[in-house]
């Protein structure tokens, strides 16, 4: 069996001892004489796989006690319209900074539940940078600040955590879809009034939705919220209102504790860092190609580039792909190329990828 380095943007790359583990275990679960897959989501062995899952999660993020761990499904894109119709309670505007093309949906899926204010936006420099707070201008009354902390697709990371009592407005809860760089550096989880993601960038397979909310935003949901999505509900009924996404939640709690062997969160955000600054001071270097995003907000799980000439965009494609290096293509509604280096992602893999782009513009110089 021969593995590529796959830098897919998500569904993304698990951690290979993660996967054997799954492998072992996929037709009898510790002496189960069944796989996770086939489990009630209310028997005893994968109620223990869950409360493991939410404690290791818990402990690797830090997470207050004041805070609810919630398992959901649907997904961010899902989550746009479940936070409106959570923590809106009788206010009717909603305020968005705006940074690419993740927090733009979000600003749109919620103009179907409320008046929006856009607090803040990078569109006129293209999404290539965060607005600092000094520059926001929040409504009278939000409900919440809708954030992006990492936008997936244009490679932007905040390289603040945003903190509203600067601003005078610390009363006004903080959300932040944390997607695609959750467990992977330190976050004060106090800073925010609830935190989402969906699980297939770094956590586990797609289907799982993590959800990190404060009590005191629990209960505030409209009316017409279906229940199966009220937060309130969820928390209840420890993520088993209805059936959970049981194998994903499995995933991640090996993650969790793959992360924890790893030294945890503070020792996964150093590999991170070595990780950024390997492919980030190759492409510095290089004539051949290029990171538009101010490098004081370049995210350090996704990292678009560009091929100065585009017209060997095709080729590089193909021969990186040949090479081992796969799913290097950037988004269509950006172009280029882009490399997700998640935390399952080794610096061994960074380096081949850096080897092969060094030797592809040697080639062609």
Known sequence: MSRVWNFSAGPAALPEPVLRQAAEEMLDWHGAGMGVMEMSHRGKEFMSIAEAAEADLRELLAVPSNYRILFMQGGAIAENAIIP?????????????????????????????????????????????????????????????????????????????????????????????????????????????LLFGGAQKNIGPAGLTIVIVRDDLLGRSVPDCPTAFDYKTVADNGSMYNTPPTYGIYIAGLVFQWLKRQGGVAAIEAQNIAK?????????????????????????????????????????????????????????SVGGMRASIYNAMPLAGVQALVDFMRDFAARRA
């Open 85 to 193: 119709m959570n923590l809106l309670g009788e206010k009717r505007v909603a305020d968005y900074v705006v940074t690419g093309s993740w927090s733009q949906k979000a600003q749109k899926e919620a103009r179907r539940y409320c008046e929006v204010n856009i607090a803040a936006s990078a569109e006129a420099n293209g999404f290539r940078s965060v607005p600092p707070m000094a520059e926001w201008k929040l409504s009278a009354d939000p409900a919440y600040v809708f954030t992006c902390t990492n936008e997936t697709i244009g490679g932007v990371e905040y390289p603040f955590e945003p903190d509203l009592a600067t601003i005078g407005r610390g009363e006004v809860p903080v959300v932040a879809d944390v997607s695609s760089h959750i467990l992977s550096r330190k976050v004060d989880i106090s800073r925010y009034g």
């Open 276 to 332: 950024a600054e390997l492919l980030y001071g190759y492409l510095d270097g290089s004539d051949f190609y290029e990171n538009r995003i101010d490098p004081a907000c370049r995210s350090r799980m996704n990292v678009p580039f560009f091929l100065k000439d585009e017209a060997l965009n095709d080729a590089f494609l193909a021969e990186s792909k040949a090479a081992g290096l796969v799913q290097l293509k950037g988004h269509k």
